[in-house]
């Protein structure tokens, strides 16, 4: 079955593979993480605040990232961002921004409107008790947030976020569409280069199956550890 293939051409693309297909990926879903992380927290905030026009804005946000495919998004974003780097620069002609800075612009984005929903539900899961013990301390609200709710949340929402963080290191494979060589996207080259479709891609494949099923292993461990701790 296997006698036409030819599987030495992943051992010779290993270097070109991990070095920078993997290394981009890993990069991309880092960053998107902890800026997705940081924004979705005070989209968050926002959208449980008792402001109408922030908890209004907030949730039109989510609501509107959430409604749109990723592979949109990148797209309006790379070809947007040009436009709205002339108008904030007030420069004569559009802002080259680049497909890099514009994957990570979109990434943390789109991103951030997941997490912010992830930590609203993990801030609304803390008792009211714990909050008003801390205002009756002589607490301010921010010191609330900071001390009391937002550290037990972030505990109690670990496994989900690690599992956003699952599909999005997934989701990496989408900027194939800005010709960025990614993990996926640098098989795709080689698979085309060599006339080795099948070898490269089922690599790939394995490839990602063995990350998403480890860290998947490690969220379930982990998500047993903290229930326990409750």
């Not at 509107?64 to 990723?70: E, F, G, Q, V, W």
Request: with cysteine; aromatic share 14%.
């Amino acid at each position: 079955m296997f006698s036409d293939f030819d599987f030495n051409v992943i051992w010779r693309s290993l270097p070109y593979l991990f070095e920078q297909g993997m290394t981009f990926t890993l990069t991309l879903t880092a960053i998107a993480t902890v800026g997705g992380l940081i924004l979705g927290t005070l989209v968050a905030l926002m959208r449980l605040s008792s402001n109408v026009a922030l908890s209004t804005f907030a949730a039109s946000y989510v609501n509107l990232m959430r409604s749109l495919p990723l592979v949109l998004v990148i797209f309006l974003f790379y070809f947007l961002m040009p436009y709205i780097g002339q108008w904030i620069l007030r420069a004569d002609q559009p802002v080259q921004v680049g497909a890099y800075t514009s994957t990570i612009v979109t990434f943390t984005l789109f991103e951030a409107a997941y997490f912010s929903e992830i930590m609203r539900a993990g801030i609304q899961s803390i008792p009211r008790g714990q909050v008003m013990a801390g205002y009756a301390i002589g607490l301010n609200y921010r010191e609330v947030m900071r001390h009391v709710v937002l550290p037990q949340a972030f505990r109690n929402m670990l496994p989900v976020i690690f599992t956003q963080t699952i599909v999005l290191f997934q989701d990496t494979s989408l900027v194939y569409v800005l010709s960025i060589t990614d993990f996926l996207g640098a098989a795709s080259k080689v698979a085309q280069r060599d006339g080795r479709l099948t070898e490269m891609y089922l690599f790939a494949a394995v490839v990602y199956f063995a990350i998403c099923f480890t860290a998947s292993f490690f969220v379930k461990r982990l998500q047993k550890r903290i229930s326990i701790i409750r």
